[in-house]
């Protein structure tokens, strides 16, 4: 039944790749969930055209769609084997701007960063005064009751580094990762300012934390996967750099519908259900998953934060 259901996707595949357009498409969303305007931005076609296709291409079970707010992600319905890749590139070819698509999706998934990180760089030393959504010590008091010290421990997109700071008074050593060299080198002088001469700031992205393998026993994302272009990326760096026995703890908004976080607060993701955080981590690599909502904040629109929990075996 199995080869059966793969040679009926292949055919499928094959079907709609006939038309360049939705070859392009379904190599792009293979690599990436996109939205529709982000597959405007990378094909550089109508918003008309591109939905069309991706009608047809849903209907014939290819791709797959979710919506988070007011935008909708597509995404390859299922992993596209490896041997079809290649068909799907030759029929694409049959455009003269195929050729670019890659870099195109590249520049697209830059700008989501990017976004970001210009929020933060004007947020640098003002984290004390300005509100974050799902940034409270009561959450802030759950995740500190589940380590246990000492421990190396990664702080993955640590924005300034409260959270470093309180982690690095018992940790072993504490890496606070940031993309923001402004907020790294605010950190950094805080840091040096108290003493702490366990807790290392450094540049870089949470989707690839220069961190070596196997290094750390404790990773944690503290509201930071919802800024991230990839989270499943981002999860699967942590399962990278922590060593066997290691922990990732993940503190973020529970799924919401709050449009204008993305504005105000440069969020890419809508927060995260605790099926979408458990499903991250499963197929991460890691095991013995816990979600749970630990916080919801009394004024509009009510954040509630979520925390998820996994084991590297």
């Known amino acids: 039944m199995a080869a059966f259901a793969i040679m009926a996707f292949i055919l499928r595949a094959l079907k709609a790749a006939s038309d360049p357009t939705r070859a392009r498409i379904l190599l792009l969303l293979a690599a990436e969930e996109l939205t529709v305007a982000e597959l405007q931005e990378v094909?550089?076609?109508?918003?008309?055209?591109?939905?069309?296709?991706?009608?047809?291409?849903?209907?014939?079970?290819?791709?797959?769609?979710r919506r988070v707010g007011k935008?909708?992600?597509?995404?390859?319905?299922?992993?596209?084997?490896?041997?079809?890749?290649?068909?799907?590139?030759?029929?694409?070819?049959?455009?003269?701007?195929?050729?670019?698509?890659?870099?195109?999706?590249?520049?697209?998934?830059?700008?989501?960063?990017?976004?970001?990180?210009?929020?933060?760089?004007r947020l640098a030393g003002k984290f004390g005064r300005t509100y974050i959504p799902g940034r409270s010590w009561?959450?802030?008091?759950?995740?500190?009751?589940?380590?246990?010290?000492?421990?190396?421990?990664?702080?993955?997109?640590?924005?300034?580094?409260?959270?470093?700071?309180?982690?690095?008074?018992?940790?072993?050593?504490?890496?606070?990762?940031?993309?923001?060299?402004?907020?790294?080198?605010?950190?950094?002088?805080?840091?040096?300012?108290?003493?702490?001469?366990?807790?290392?700031?450094?540049?870089?992205?949470?989707?690839?934390?220069?961190?070596?393998?196997?290094?750390?026993?404790?990773?944690?994302?503290?509201?930071a996967l919802h800024h991230a272009a990839s989270p499943a990326r981002a999860v699967a760096s942590a399962h990278r750099i922590l060593r066997p026995g290691g922990r990732i703890l993940i503190l973020d908004l529970a799924a919401h519908a709050y449009e204008q976080a993305r504005e105000l607060y440069a969020h890419v993701w809508l927060g995260f259900s605790e099926i979408e955080l458990s499903n991250l981590l499963t197929e991460a690599g890691f095991s013995g998953v816990q979600t749970s909502i630990i916080a919801k904040e009394k004024q509009a629109p009510h954040f509630q934060t979520i925390m998820a929990l996994g084991l590297k075996a």
């Open 43 to 65: 094909l550089g076609m109508g918003q008309s055209r591109i939905s069309a296709s991706l009608g047809l291409l849903k209907r014939e079970e290819l791709v797959s769609d």
């Open 138 to 223: 009561q959450a802030l008091t759950h995740a500190l009751l589940s380590l246990q010290p000492p421990m190396v421990i990664a702080d993955l997109g640590a924005g300034e580094g409260t959270l470093s700071q309180l982690l690095a008074r018992n940790a072993k050593q504490i890496i606070a990762i940031d993309n923001s060299a402004k907020m790294v080198e605010f950190g950094a002088s805080v840091a040096k300012a108290n003493g702490f001469k366990n807790l290392e700031y450094r540049l870089g992205d949470i989707e690839e934390p220069p961190i070596e393998d196997a290094s750390v026993d404790l990773a944690i994302f503290s509201q």
């Open 71 to 121: 935008n909708i992600f597509y995404s390859s319905h299922r992993r596209i084997p490896a041997g079809l890749l290649p068909l799907l590139e030759a029929a694409a070819k049959e455009t003269s701007d195929a050729a670019n698509d890659q870099a195109a999706l590249a520049l697209t998934l830059k700008r989501r960063k990017d976004l970001a990180a210009v929020y933060f760089d």
